[in-house]
């Protein structure tokens, strides 16, 4: 048996700001993050000077030849560090799929350590103009070779591969999936910040779309956009001395290192292979179980990913994620339904990657998500990419007890 | 408008002996010579065994295999591609050795009858001279 984990519940998020999410933002991604993290800061009840960590992921997720340059399209947690307070102990970026857990690990682990006591974490998503994944390169090296000149290319291939090797086994519907797909632009539609605000989408709609790398359609992906969002974090005892109900950091997991593969290639007994691992990592973090948790939102870059993660977590069997969402059991206006995408996720939202999703479950653990706040909300578990490569978190509104304590017990 | 050419493979100290086979319109593998297992593409280190030093060889393989899963392309961010949409790729699982799993194009054209664990085998595209890369058409059931 592996030893407890010792930060859980002893990290809490205090703050946090959300930027508008738009197709392309009238100023450079540098100055939104910038407006973005100051506010998350003042939020928290604390001011620059006090932002001792700063905590990002960079990565652009396009497949196309965009050049990445800090400031401009992404920014970096040295970039913002510097604007804010450029003498931080702690600065670092998680480099790996799955950003958000991954990213919040590190934070978490600063905070726990004493490396920071007040760490910014912020995730910055811009939307270059031009084609977001085409390319006109004429040759490829390294993984690519391997993939690229057959026609093999890009996320939509990779999902289509993917989604069909599970429609294939397991009998699912384009109507199943219309039923991800409304109900996430449906909570996105709510929302002031969403791209999608005041835009919700029919089954019908959903339906009459083309396929572009079947099955999925142009709406199974998620739109890309320029976007901010930060968040502030410390200690559970620092937390009680700020304005906002503090949320818990129960526990975090991240995938695997699944089997390897040629580049964006997904096969789905990979993703759940390493995915239960994921799950059963995660539950051990947290010290608790799915049915201990009030709140699952579940990520939908693509909207097949809801089925993978529903059952990676095992709300369902595997294979019956696609029955699971049917006749209304996620839609967030019916009572006693399982709301897994309240948040809106990436497809309500824009290409926020796995912000929606770590966002509904601090606002409504902190009881501060406004007319959408939902009653009894004391846990939560939000999850990002796949359940393969990405990861997921617990939160908690209760702190832990002091493990210092807790190891002379 | 004249279609751009495709993008082609840059060999490597790894990968040569691939793509030279693949000229002959011969699939290869990677052999390790610790542990004799194949794969693909190769690494710097031996999946199976861990071997640091796998010196692997390009083992000939015959380059059947089932069909696991495929897509319709109907939209291509590559170019020199435009001219073959809509394009149906195959996630082929190899005889040779089962959980060597290759993505390419299918020949057969978007229509093909296709369906779980279709037997398809090995063909190839010639891009350039000397440039050619693996693709698959259906085969009869074996």
Redesign the interface.
């Known amino acids: 048996m592996s030893a407890r984990f010792r930060a859980r519940d002893r990290v809490a998020i205090v703050g946090y700001a959300q930027s508008p999410v738009v197709r392309h933002a009238d100023r450079s991604l540098g100055a939104l993050t910038l407006d973005t993290a100051r506010a998350a800061v003042a939020d928290a009840g604390l001011t620059p000077d006090q932002i001792d960590g700063f905590v990002t992921g960079t990565l652009l997720p396009t ?2 030849e965009h050049a990445v340059v800090d400031g401009v399209s992404v920014v970096s947690a040295d970039w913002l560090a510097a604007r804010l307070n450029p003498h931080p102990r702690y600065a670092a970026g998680f480099s790996g799929l799955g950003q958000i857990p991954g990213l919040m690990a590190m934070a978490v682990n600063a905070v726990a350590s004493g490396a920071a006591e007040h760490v910014l974490v912020h995730r910055a998503l811009h939307n270059p103009a031009g ?1 977001y ?11 690519l ?10 996320p ?2 990779m999902m ?3 989604y ?2 599970y429609v ?2 397991y009998g699912a519907s384009r109507e199943a999936l219309a039923e991800v797909v409304v109900e996430a632009r449906k909570n996105g539609a709510r929302l002031p910040w969403s791209h999608w605000s005041g835009r919700p989408l029919s089954a019908e709609q959903y339906l009459a779309e ?7 359609g142009r709406l199974d992906c998620d739109i890309p956009v320029d976007g901010a969002a930060a968040f502030v974090l410390t200690t559970a005892e620092r937390a009680r001395d700020l304005p906002h109900r503090p949320v818990h950091v129960s526990g975090y997991a991240s995938g695997a290192p699944p ?4 580049p964006a ?1 997904w ?2 007994d990979d993703i759940m292979a390493a995915g239960a691992t994921t799950a059963d990592r995660l539950w051990a973090a947290a010290g608790m179980g799915l049915d201990e948790i009030d709140l699952v939102q579940v990520y939908d870059g693509f909207s097949p990913l809801v089925f993978l993660w529903l059952e990676a977590l095992g709300r369902c069997p595997v294979g019956e994620g696609h029955h699971y969402v049917r006749d209304g059991r996620i839609d967030s206006d019916r009572p006693g339904a399982d709301p897994v995408l309240l948040s809106g996720g990436s497809l309500g939202n824009g290409r926020m990657h796995g912000v929606p999703q770590l966002l509904e479950c601090y606002l409504q653990v902190s009881g501060r998500a406004g007319a959408r706040q939902r009653s009894g909300i004391a846990t939560a578990l939000s999850c990002h990419s796949s359940p393969h490569l990405g990861g997921a978190l617990v939160y908690s509104a209760e702190p832990g007890t002091s493990p210092v304590h807790e190891s002379r017990v | 408008m004249t279609s ?9 100290a790894l ?1 040569a002996p691939f793509w030279e086979a693949a000229a002959r319109h011969v699939l290869t593998l990677s052999r390790c010579s610790d542990c004799g297992t194949l794969t ?2 190769p ?1 710097v280190a031996c ?1 199976a065994c861990g071997s640091t030093d796998p010196r692997f060889t390009a083992a000939p393989v015959d380059g059947r295999g089932v069909v ?12 020199g ?1 435009a001219d ?1 949409l809509p ?1 149906v ?1 195959v ?1 082929v699982e190899l005889a040779e050795q089962p ?1 060597v ?5 299918l020949l057969d054209g978007p229509d093909a009858p296709l ?2 664990g279709s037997p398809v085998r090995v063909a190839f ?1 010639d ?1 350039a001279d000397g440039v050619a ?3 698959f058409t259906l085969a009869e059931a074996s």
């Open positions: 497949a196309g084609s994944h085409g390319t006109s390169a004429g040759e490829f090296r390294g993984g070779q391997w993939t690229a000149p057959q026609g093999f290319f890009g939509l291939a289509g591969l993917t069909n090797e294939q086994r083309p396929m572009l790398a079947d099955p999925i089997r390897r593969r040629l290639h096969p789905l | 751009a050419r495709r993008p082609l493979p840059v060999p490597d990968s693909h593409p690494n999946d696991r899963s495929w897509t319709v392309i109907r939209q291509s961010f590559l170019p591609f073959l394009y790729l996630d959980d799993r290759l993505v390419g194009r369906k779980t595209e891009l890369v693996p693709a």
